[in-house]
C-alpha cells in the first residue's frame, strides 16, 4: 500500500467551478502534512499547510482529520492559472529523520 | 523565499557515462539537502538526504555507489549518477532547508530540477 494515496485525476473543471481534492495516508504516526504544486516539468511548490483546525488560504481551503488519515483541498472559483498537479505530502520520522513523503498528485485541468 | 539553483536544467548523455548535477542554496545556509527523483507520473522518490560535511543517507534501494553525493559546503549539493543507463532517466530534485534533520517546522525548498535522458 502507498504511504499517501491520491486520486490521479485529472479533474476537468469549467472556470469558476468548486473542486475538492482528498489524500489518505497510512502511518498514524505522520506528523506534517501540506499541499504542494506541481506544474508540468517543474519543481513542487508549497500551496500551504494543513490543520487539523482547518486553514484557509483564499480561495483554497484545506482540512485534516487525524483520525480517518485523510486530507481535503477545495479550490473555490477555479481559475485557469490553477491549471497544475496536486501533491499531498506528509513529514514521518523516520529512521532518524524527518521526511517529504509525496503523493503522486492529482491533476487539475481547468478549462474556459 | 529562499532560492535553490540546479545545474544544468536538463541533460542528454550516452549509457554508461557519468553525469553530474549542481543543486545550491542561494541566499541561505543549507544545512541539510535532499534529492529526490520523478518518473512521469509518478510522486517524488526521496533518494538521499544529506547534511554538511557528513555522509549522504541513502533511501533502501538506492545504490550510494551508483548515485554520489557530495554536501561538501553549506551551499552546495551534488549528485553524480555513474556509468548511467536509460532506466536511470528520469527528473531529478534537490531540496534544502536550512534546520537540521531531527527538526521539523523548517520549510524545504526544491530547486526547477534536472531531466536527464540516457540513450
Not at chain 1, 18 to 40: E, I, K, L, M
Not at chain 1, 84 to 102: D, E, H, P, W
Amino acid at each position: 500500500r502507498k504511504e499517501v494515496e491520491q486520486d490521479p485525476g485529472p479533474f476537468n473543471v469549467p472556470e469558476g467551478a468548486t473542486v475538492a481534492f482528498n489524500c489518505t495516508y497510512s502511518n498514524s504516526a505522520s506528523q506534517s502534512f501540506f499541499w504542494y504544486r506541481q506544474d508540468c516539468r517543474k519543481e513542487p511548490k508549497l500551496l500551504m499547510s494543513v490543520y487539523s483546525s482547518g486553514n484557509e488560504d483564499g480561495r483554497f481551503t484545506a482540512q485534516l482529520n487525524r483520525a480517518s488519515q485523510y486530507i481535503s483541498l477545495l479550490i473555490r472559483d477555479s481559475k485557469l492559472s490553477d491549471s497544475a498537479t496536486y501533491l499531498c505530502v506528509v513529514t514521518l520520522f523516520s529512521g532518524g529523520y524527518n521526511k517529504l513523503i509525496f503523493g503522486a498528485g492529482t491533476r487539475l485541468a481547468v478549462h474556459p | 523565499g529562499a532560492v535553490v539553483s540546479q545545474h544544468p536544467s536538463w541533460v542528454i548523455c550516452k549509457s554508461g557515462t557519468s553525469v553530474k548535477i549542481e543543486c545550491r542554496s542561494l541566499d541561505f545556509q543549507a544545512t541539510t539537502m535532499f534529492w529526490y527523483r520523478q518518473f512521469p507520473k509518478q510522486s517524488l522518490m526521496l533518494m538521499a538526504t544529506s547534511n554538511e560535511g557528513s555522509k549522504a543517507t541513502y533511501e533502501q534501494g538506492v545504490e550510494k555507489d551508483k548515485f554520489l553525493i557530495n554536501h561538501a559546503s553549506l551551499t552546495l549539493s551534488t549528485l553524480t549518477v555513474t556509468s548511467a543507463h536509460p532506466e536511470d532517466s528520469s527528473f531529478y530534485i534537490c531540496s534544502a532547508r536550512t534546520g537540521f534533520l531531527r527538526t521539523t517546522g523548517n520549510e524545504q525548498f526544491f530547486g526547477p530540477g534536472t531531466r536527464l535522458t540516457v540513450l
